[in-house]
């Protein structure tokens, strides 16, 4: 039923939280049967809970293959705890081998906020690069790069926004009439973002995986569903094994051996066939049966695992004949983290959220004035018990001060069964934030000469 939908909004003030409802919607891929080396606190704790072929990335870290990671920044506000929860699965992702790319939306800024690029650019260093460096982000293995000074990003926006149009763009997200032309382009310079870096010059062909919040999907849709209608060569199960399939298109056609009259030529389309051919063949299959007539290229043998050794081979091939060969991203999902008032965190309403660079006084009376999950009072709350899932000092101690597993089971327990009082945890939580923005403070401006090796 269409009231039943639930609706994400890249630039909304509030979202849902029926993650379950979600993953069925708009077909993510729950993390529960996902086994990761190493899980961060995050994976551990289910606070990643979604993922879109994420597996595409951990079989390139399994063989040993590159594999990329973008994320991007607003400048437009402070950075807060919700911010930093992107550079801890960034993090862990360089960590894990990934090469980082971050991109400074300040072209999107400036569309749909209103900040002047020379604003974004001081945003960008001194509230977000600085962060980054103190979280421990490698600057050897990390780019930041400002949207509005790689061309290639919006020129292949540009290119990408002839496989879209502004019906599709209205059914993701929800433009219509009155939204301004600069907002519609954004989401095309986003996917220019989160492509380029396959691209020779920045990288070359790998996997590239972008970690979100939930409201972040649309962009990743629109960008894997751009990045899909440009591929030549597409991979399919069969009955048998898998299926290759040739899209005919206006840019390839002649490539494809389809002359201006629609006629075929019969020894192009036999070469391109022998080369897909070939490009499987490399990989070590030998069952290979080629039908240049239906366009199809079955491979009997090969299994679902095989399908993204067989997609690369393909993009390669693609762009040896002149195609783009993107693969389409990887990203994985995070839930909300609650503000201090019981909704969104939003640096535009500093109630909210604890920013990176509140003192410790500050971050004490925001503490102790957030919304709890205990009860009305004492007697009622060592009777009833309090519910952490809705107390945010418990919730932040869980996505970002509190490291210990059995120690958060422990005061989960504590908090459930009445023992542990709603003041205390807001004590327990002040003391780990105390700490955790302490040290923060500390490696920021032990790492302030490090912030200008990001941007090179």
Same mark, same amino acid.
């Given at each position: &039923?269409?009231?039943?939908?639930?609706?994400?909004?890249?630039?909304?003030?509030?979202?849902?939280?029926?993650?379950?409802?979600?993953?069925?919607?708009?077909?993510?891929?729950? &993390?529960?049967?996902?086994?990761?080396?190493?899980?961060?606190?995050?994976?551990? =704790?289910?606070?990643?809970?979604?993922?879109?072929?994420?597996?595409?990335?951990?079989?390139?870290?399994?063989?040993?293959?590159?594999?990329?990671?973008?994320?991007?920044?607003?400048?437009?506000?402070?950075?807060?705890?919700?911010?930093?929860?992107?550079?801890?699965?960034?993090?862990?992702?360089?960590?894990?081998?990934?090469? !980082?790319?971050?991109?400074?939306?300040?072209?999107?800024?400036?569309?749909?906020?209103?900040?002047?690029?020379?604003?974004? =650019?001081?945003?960008?260093?001194?509230?977000? !690069?600085?962060?980054?460096?103190?979280?421990?982000?490698?600057?050897?293995?990390?780019?930041?790069?400002?949207?509005?000074?790689?061309?290639?990003?919006?020129?292949?926006?540009?290119?990408?926004?002839?496989?879209?149009?502004?019906?599709?763009?209205?059914?993701?997200?929800?433009?219509?009439?009155?939204?301004?032309?600069?907002?519609?382009?954004?989401?095309?310079?986003?996917?220019?973002?989160?492509?380029?870096?396959?691209?020779?010059?920045?990288?070359?062909?790998?996997?590239?995986?972008?970690?979100?919040?939930?409201?972040?999907?649309?962009?990743?849709?629109?960008?894997?569903?751009?990045?899909?209608?440009?591929?030549?060569?597409?991979?399919?199960?069969?009955? &048998?094994?898998?299926?290759?399939?040739?899209?005919?298109?206006?840019?390839?056609?002649?490539?494809?051996?389809?002359?201006?009259?629609?006629?075929?030529?019969?020894?192009?389309?036999?070469?391109?066939?022998?080369?897909?051919?070939?490009?499987?063949?490399?990989?070590?299959?030998?069952?290979?049966?080629?039908?240049?007539?239906?366009?199809?290229?079955?491979?009997?043998?090969?299994?679902?695992?095989?399908?993204?050794?067989?997609?690369?081979?393909?993009?390669?091939?693609?762009?040896?004949?002149?195609?783009?060969?993107?693969?389409?991203?990887?990203?994985?999902?995070?839930?909300?983290?609650?503000?201090?008032?019981?909704?969104?965190?939003?640096?535009?309403?500093?109630?909210?959220?604890?920013?990176?660079?509140?003192?410790?006084?500050?971050? #004490?009376?925001?503490?102790?004035?957030?919304?709890?999950?205990?009860?009305?009072?004492?007697?009622?709350?060592?009777?009833?018990?309090?519910?952490?899932?809705?107390?945010?000092?418990?919730?932040? &101690?869980?996505?970002?001060? #509190?490291?210990?597993?059995?120690?958060?089971?422990?005061?989960?327990?504590?908090?459930?069964?009445?023992?542990?009082?709603?003041?205390?945890?807001?004590?327990?939580?002040?003391? =780990?934030?105390?700490?955790?923005?302490?040290?923060?403070?500390?490696?920021?401006?032990?790492?302030?000469?490090?912030?200008?090796?990001?941007?090179?």
């Amino acid at each position: &039923m269409m009231n039943d939908k639930v609706t994400i909004d890249p630039w909304g003030s509030s979202q849902s939280t029926d993650y379950s409802r979600i993953i069925e919607q708009f077909g993510l891929s729950s &993390m529960d049967n996902v086994a990761l080396s190493n899980p961060s606190r995050l994976h551990r =704790r289910g606070i990643v809970f979604a993922h879109r072929d994420l597996d595409v990335v951990l079989e390139s870290k399994r063989k040993g293959d590159s594999f990329g990671v973008l994320t991007g920044l607003m400048p437009s506000g402070m950075m807060h705890l919700g911010h930093s929860m992107v550079i801890d699965q960034v993090k862990w992702f360089q960590e894990q081998g990934g090469d !980082v790319t971050i991109a400074v939306a300040d072209l999107e800024s400036t569309a749909t906020r209103g900040i002047s690029l020379a604003e974004g =650019r001081r945003i960008a260093a001194e509230e977000y !690069v600085s962060n980054y460096a103190a979280l421990g982000l490698d600057p050897e293995k990390t780019t930041v790069y400002f949207q509005s000074e790689r061309s290639i990003v919006q020129r292949l926006g540009f290119q990408l926004g002839k496989r879209t149009n502004l019906s599709e763009l209205e059914a993701i997200y929800g433009f219509d009439g009155s939204t301004n032309l600069a907002h519609v382009q954004a989401p095309l310079v986003q996917a220019g973002d989160i492509l380029h870096p396959q691209l020779d010059e920045y990288g070359g062909l790998r996997p590239v995986v972008v970690p979100v919040g939930v409201d972040q999907d649309p962009h990743l849709r629109l960008t894997r569903g751009l990045a899909s209608k440009t591929n030549w060569f597409n991979v399919n199960e069969a009955k &048998m094994g898998l299926q290759v399939g040739v899209s005919v298109q206006e840019e390839n056609s002649a490539v494809m051996g389809v002359e201006a009259n629609g006629r075929v030529d019969k020894e192009k389309r036999k070469l391109i066939f022998s080369r897909i051919v070939e490009a499987i063949s490399s990989l070590g299959f030998s069952d290979i049966m080629s039908n240049p007539k239906h366009g199809t290229v079955n491979i009997p043998s090969a299994t679902s695992r095989d399908k993204v050794s067989i997609r690369m081979a393909l993009l390669s091939l693609e762009r040896s004949l002149g195609g783009m060969g993107l693969l389409a991203p990887s990203s994985t999902y995070h839930r909300f983290a609650v503000g201090m008032t019981g909704d969104k965190m939003s640096s535009s309403k500093p109630k909210t959220t604890l920013f990176l660079s509140d003192d410790i006084a500050t971050a #004490e009376k925001k503490i102790k004035k957030s919304y709890s999950g205990g009860q009305a009072t004492v007697e009622e709350h060592r009777r009833l018990g309090g519910d952490p899932d809705k107390d945010v000092a418990y919730q932040y &101690m869980m996505y970002f001060f #509190e490291e210990d597993d059995k120690f958060l089971a422990e005061i989960n327990e504590g908090y459930r069964s009445g023992k542990i009082l709603a003041g205390e945890m807001k004590q327990l939580c002040i003391e =780990r934030a105390t700490e955790w923005l302490t040290d923060l403070s500390s490696k920021r401006d032990q790492n302030a000469h490090l912030v200008d090796r990001f941007f090179q």
